[in-house]
């Protein structure tokens, strides 16, 4: 496996620790050490690892249907469809993917049905898998983003001849972003992207809004991909929370409970498309629609539907920003530590970061001399990535992971 890894985002300098077994919030690498996990496998185990609850649920599952996947619609399907939509949108349609890249590339390629028009346009630093020109200004280079017009740059492969770029917009910069929008209309598919950039940097007040207003007037589909967003700020995603609703929701992570799984949902007129009746738009995956990652996914939400359950949630993650806070004055530290709902990062800067591209003026050599001082002491971080909360995240697994962040801080230079 190149750098000994299935997939780039799991690599680090000068490699990555390989983990044996996990349960709740904790983890064990091949040598035996223990970690508190915020990592989380990149978001989805919001309940910890091996959720009784979850567990059950794809026991029950696979005993009652005897395989893993029957390749014909199923009665879950239908019911965690529906539920999704009464979440999302009542009125919609919904389709299964097995990621959170199938989604969106589906979602895009269903917008461009819709409107008939080739361009696609995304935001600077957003991720939405690794598909060809969604990561093009996925990573740009400091001296990128310094000058305009956008980043152009893309990893290998996923642009140059053959491959047409997108628009890539500016967050956070509404006048800058419809100006382009309105200039580029008569090219444009739709608008993509993460509304909570990276997962912990908020929209500014009207910015969602304010777009939703400028693709609506010229009709061109607006997609939130809330695969990581979509059950980390509260039950319906970044949509409810802002009170925004976009034309087409990509999901995946938490839905699938652990499992692999996503969806693509929204406007019935969009999704019908997709009809096979219609033979016009044609989505197909061997393995969409995966019984066992739909019960577990359901499981997951029944137990954070639970009274009380995300409201704690979003309190222990208060606790810890806070406890984190505190360590940091008490180390004369200087840095930023953005939140939204369950996720948080902290960047050793001055001011909070407004957009994914302020945060490259953190000093990176110190986030990562951190969380080496934490992996050093049993708090497992991907190096340089957020912290994500789960239910498990005891009040013992907090004061461990403060204790170790006070550590970790007084090793700081
Ligand atoms: C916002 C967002 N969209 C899409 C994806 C891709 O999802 P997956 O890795 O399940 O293909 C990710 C993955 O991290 C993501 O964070």
């Known amino acids: 496996m190149p750098g000994g890894v299935t997939a780039n985002v799991k690599y680090f300098d000068p490699y990555p620790l390989a983990m044996r077994k996990a349960r ?11 970690y508190i996990d915020y990592c989380l496998s990149f978001g989805p185990f919001i309940l910890g690892h091996g959720h009784p609850r979850v567990v059950k649920a794809i026991h029950e599952t696979l005993d009652g249907a005897g395989t893993t996947t029957l390749g014909t619609p199923h009665e879950l399907e239908a019911i965690y469809a529906e539920r999704l939509l009464r979440i999302f949108r009542p009125a919609g349609r919904l389709r299964f993917t097995v990621s959170g890249t199938e989604a969106t590339l589906h979602a895009i390629r269903l917008a461009r049905a819709y409107r008939g028009r080739p361009l696609v346009a995304k935001f600077e630093g ?3 898998g690794a598909i060809n020109e969604l990561l093009v200004g996925h990573e740009p280079s400091t001296e990128e983003r310094a000058r305009p017009p956008a980043p152009e740059s893309a990893t290998d492969g996923a642009s140059g001849p053959g491959v047409r770029n997108p628009l890539v917009l500016p967050f956070n910069n509404l006048e800058e972003t419809e100006r382009q929008i309105r200039r580029h209309a008569k090219d444009l598919a739709c608008v993509i992207l993460e509304p909570v950039e990276r997962s912990y940097i908020a929209p500014e007040r009207g910015f969602l809004h304010g777009l939703r207003e400028v693709t609506e007037d010229l009709d061109i ?5 809330e695969v990581m967003s979509g059950f980390r700020l509260g039950l319906g995603g970044a949509q409810h929370a802002f009170g ?10 938490v839905i699938g409970g652990g499992l692999p799984c996503g969806a693509f949902l929204g406007r019935a007129d969009i999704l019908d498309l997709a009809d096979p009746a219609g033979d016009g738009f044609f989505h197909s995956s061997t393995f969409a629609g995966y019984p066992l990652a739909l019960a577990a996914g359901m499981a997951t939400l029944d137990e954070l539907e639970s009274p009380g359950t995300f409201e704690g949630l979003l309190a222990t993650t208060q606790t810890l920003v806070q406890g984190i806070q505190e360590r940091l004055i008490g180390h004369s530290i200087r840095a930023q530590i953005p939140r939204v709902g369950t996720v948080f ?9 407004r957009t994914s591209s302020d945060t490259l003026r953190a000093d990176s050599a110190r986030r990562r001399e ?10 497992f971080v991907k190096p340089s990535k957020p912290f994500y909360m789960s239910t498990v995240h005891d009040h013992e697994a907090i004061e461990e992971t403060l204790r ?10």
């Open 24 to 34: 709740g919030c904790r983890l064990w690498d091949l040598d035996g050490n223990a």
């Open 126 to 128: 957003h991720y939405h």
């Open 221 to 225: 589909p607006l997609v939130f991909d």
């Open 244 to 253: 925004v609703t976009p034309d087409l929701t990509c999901l995946g992570k």
């Open 345 to 353: 990062s902290i960047l050793f800067m001055e001011n909070a970061p």
């Open 370 to 379: 951190l969380d080496f001082g934490l992996l050093g002491r049993g708090i």
């Open 404 to 413: 170790a962040f006070d550590g970790a801080l007084g090793g700081l230079a």
